[in-house]
């Protein structure tokens, strides 16, 4: 059964969500805060804008993650070896900064008889990444997710980003970038098979366990 952590945020969150107008009027305040007009040529639209791009952003808050992995392929001719899923492009966001997030994930699992099309593998990541994050929590939601929904025999997670909030910020460290995974099942206990993983996506015993 899906677990209750990987459903949409709940309804009366979402119902809470102030009006298009009180996000532009949000984005004018934030302006003048920071010191400018925001009356002026040009920032005159830029709240209109801001609001478009948060929907774009934000759209994960509006996903199930679930639905995404519901539809499985059994004619998989017997196949049980790993299923890895590389470079997956990830852009979210800092929920302590607001900053930007940019990376990419690497998605594993072991089928137990059913396998999911690639591409709602990308869909997860992309659903918990168009939410304010933490790396470390995105990485465990993804993982669990998949675990709950396709139930295999192990599910592994691996997350490599940049955080703005790092870079363009506070000790301004460039060229740093957070590694984070999560492994499940037999990525956790088998040995063989999470260096197998780890080799594949290029990190021999970089990340030996969650």
Same mark, same amino acid.
């Given at each position: 059964?899906?677990?209750?952590?990987?459903?949409?945020?709940?309804?009366?969150?979402?119902? #809470?969500?102030?009006?298009?107008?009180?996000?532009? #009027?949000?984005? *004018?305040? +934030? +302006?003048?805060?920071?010191?400018?007009?925001?009356?002026?040529? @040009? +920032?005159?639209?830029?709240?209109?804008?801001?609001? *478009?791009?948060?929907?774009?952003?934000?759209?994960?808050? /509006?996903?199930?993650?679930?639905?995404? $992995?519901? *539809?499985?392929?059994?004619?998989?001719?017997?196949? /049980?070896?790993?299923?890895? $899923?590389?470079?997956?492009?990830?852009?979210?966001?800092?929920?302590?900064?607001?900053?930007?997030?940019?990376?990419?994930?690497?998605?594993?699992? $072991?089928?137990?008889?059913?396998?999911?099309?690639?591409?709602? +593998?990308? *869909?997860?990541?992309?659903?918990?990444?168009?939410?304010?994050?933490?790396?470390?929590?995105?990485?465990?939601?993804?993982?669990?997710?998949?675990?709950?929904?396709?139930?295999?025999? @192990?599910?592994?997670?691996?997350?490599?980003?940049?955080?703005?909030?790092?870079?363009?910020?506070?000790?301004?460290?460039?060229?740093?970038?957070?590694?984070?995974?999560?492994? $499940? @099942?037999?990525?956790?206990?088998?040995?063989?098979?999470?260096?197998?993983?780890?080799?594949?996506?290029?990190?021999?015993?970089?990340?030996?366990?969650?």
């Amino acid at each position: 059964m899906p677990s209750a952590k990987n459903a949409p945020i709940a309804e009366s969150a979402l119902s #809470e969500r102030p009006s298009r107008e009180e996000a532009e #009027e949000a984005v *004018r305040t +934030l +302006l003048r805060w920071a010191g400018d007009d925001p009356a002026r040529e @040009g +920032l005159h639209d830029t709240p209109a804008r801001v609001a *478009r791009a948060y929907e774009e952003w934000f759209a994960g808050y /509006d996903d199930d993650p679930v639905e995404y $992995l519901q *539809r499985t392929f059994e004619e998989v001719e017997g196949y /049980d070896e790993i299923v890895l $899923l590389k470079n997956i492009r990830v852009e979210s966001y800092c929920e302590h900064h607001m900053a930007p997030i940019i990376g990419k994930a690497h998605v594993a699992y $072991l089928p137990d008889s059913r396998v999911v099309g690639i591409s709602k +593998l990308a *869909r997860v990541v992309e659903t918990y990444a168009r939410r304010f994050q933490v790396q470390e929590k995105m990485t465990a939601q993804i993982a669990q997710c998949i675990q709950d929904v396709l139930q295999p025999r @192990g599910v592994a997670v691996v997350i490599e980003a940049t955080h703005q909030c790092m870079t363009t910020r506070g000790v301004h460290k460039t060229g740093v970038s957070m590694v984070t995974s999560k492994m $499940l @099942g037999a990525f956790r206990s088998d040995p063989m098979t999470r260096r197998e993983f780890l080799t594949i996506i290029g990190n021999p015993a970089s990340v030996i366990s969650d």
